[in-house]
């Protein structure tokens, strides 16, 4: 493992860490009987003052990822309405933290050049999947850029026309694209990029919907993970 690696891993096991205890609200007791580690070591873990091995860092993303699974996680923080499900969770930092580490063991070593979302509410989780990728995030929007060529893509939601726009340049042939997706109600807005990423001549390497309906059917030629069905 090169050295960049194995302080990767150091950091991803203290932001698991410190993300689950606050959206969770565990306290360090009941990590510290998990983890079997002691609980100042977990506070000095926790501010920064020192970093656990790579080989306790790995034991401790195990446990944790087996005992506070992020879908767990997702499921704890979402509110759901009778027409409305309310996703806010996701602007938090520590979310961010917790969804950076999954892509990052869930998709390992997957090359991707452009992090693909719809403007607006998959905007921070884009944000946090392009930084783990070390990729480009293009957002496609409802309205076209000015003075530049665009790819588009029409597609029905609720009835009515929707069409998404990403400036031409953004995407270009060959391109490895992950997609992100917050909620995925039909399907449709999935759909939809993928259709923007094939018209610029890209490939798919894979797509993240955070939640979705049970009911929804995807059926693609590539790897889609979906944290929760609700």
């Known amino acids: 493992m090169r050295r960049v690696e194995g302080i990767r891993l150091q950091l991803d096991a203290v932001n698991y860490l410190k993300s689950v205890k606050t959206l969770l609200g565990i306290t360090y007791r009941e990590l510290s009987s ?13 501010t920064g003052d020192m970093l656990p091995s790579v080989e306790t860092a790995e034991e401790m993303l195990k446990k944790l990822e087996e005992r506070y ?17 309310d996703m806010s969770f996701v602007n938090l930092p520590q979310f961010w933290r917790l969804y950076e580490v999954y892509l990052g063991r869930r998709f390992s070593g997957l090359r991707v050049d452009v992090v693909l979302t719809a403007a ?6 884009a944000v ?28 029905l939601r609720e009835g009515r026309p929707v069409t ?25 807005t999935l759909r939809a990029l993928v259709g923007l990423a094939s018209k610029a001549g890209a490939e ?27």
Do not use: W
């Open 204 to 230: 798919i390497a894979g797509a993240s919907i955070l939640v979705a309906k049970k009911e929804v059917r995807i059926d693609a030629g590539f790897p889609v993970d979906v944290l929760y069905t609700y």
């Open 69 to 85: 699974p992020i879908s767990e996680v997702v499921k704890s923080r979402l509110r759901m309405y009778d027409t409305y499900v």
């Open 164 to 188: 998404l726009y990403v400036p031409a340049g953004h995407i270009k042939r060959g391109y490895s694209v992950f997609i992100v997706d917050d909620i995925a109600r039909t399907g449709k």
């Open 34 to 46: 998990i983890l079997d580690i002691p609980e100042s070591v977990l506070s000095r873990y926790a």
């Open 120 to 125: 607006a509410d998959g905007i921070p989780l």
């Open 128 to 155: 946090a999947a392009a930084s783990r990728f070390e990729a480009t995030l293009v957002v496609a929007k409802q309205y076209r850029e000015p003075g530049v060529d665009n790819y588009e893509y029409t597609y």
